[in-house]
Antibody, heavy 121, light 108 residues
């Protein structure tokens, strides 16, 4: 059974840093592209970052470019999101999502439960 | 980035109703369009991919259609468990994935 479990969320002051982790199990982690997707309170979904299986290809949304860094450790079946220079507008639930291919179409096929990040003084 | 626009943003419907949600992309995306369902406090769940293909395990009352820039999600006979928020998402540009703003389906 595929499982994704985020950790590392919490309260941080504006300008501060936080590192999220996502522990994956139930599939061959190194062969999948992984993503972070966030959802601000009462708002919609926003894709944040993606990383391919070998960490050769990395993409970030413009809203976090230069502040957030996605990474992975395939030996530990873990995905990370280093968040620096945090702003109030970064307050959200952050989901770890697996990027799968359904008949060739890229989808977010499994999601974690989410980790809440609150940026406030 | 490709902008995704959903309408309506919310709707009220009764059990048994037929519900249609629309999603429009700012540029053509062929059929690189997915639909997700999200219930309060839960992670999203994939319903439909490639605009019209039903994800395994999803009830057949859900269907999707469209190509190019205009897409629809239809629930043929609304069930109590279908009250949720629905999001479209384009995967045409995997370097900049984008979601629609969501459509909340509420009980009438």
């Amino acid at each position: 059974e595929v499982q994704l479990l985020e950790s590392g969320g919490g309260l941080v002051k504006p300008g501060g840093s936080l590192r999220l982790s996502c522990a994956a199990s139930g599939f061959t982690f190194r062969t999948y592209k992984m993503n972070w997707v966030r959802q601000a309170p009462g708002k919609g979904l926003e894709w944040v970052s993606s990383i391919d299986g070998s960490a050769s290809y990395i993409d970030h949304a413009e809203s976090v470019e230069g502040r957030f860094t996605i990474s992975r450790d395939n030996a530990k079946n873990s995905l990370y999101l280093q968040m620096n220079s945090l702003r109030a507008e970064d307050t959200a639930v952050y989901y770890c999502a697996r990027g799968g291919y359904s008949s060739g179409w890229y989808v977010f096929d499994y999601w974690g439960l989410g980790a809440l990040v609150t940026v406030s003084s | 980035d490709i902008q995704m626009t959903q309408s309506p943003s919310s709707l009220s419907a009764a059990v048994g109703d037929r519900v249609t949600i629309t999603c429009r992309s700012s540029q053509t995306i062929s059929t690189y369009l997915n639909w997700y369902q999200q219930k309060p406090g839960k992670a999203p769940k994939l319903l439909i991919y490639a605009a019209s293909s039903l994800q395994s395990g999803v009830p057949s009352r859900f269907s999707g259609s469209g190509s190019g820039t205009d897409f629809t999600l239809t629930i043929s006979t609304l069930q109590p468990e279908d009250f949720a928020t629905y999001y479209c998402q384009q995967s045409y540009t995997t370097a900049a994935l984008t979601f629609g703003g969501g459509t909340k389906v509420e009980i009438k």
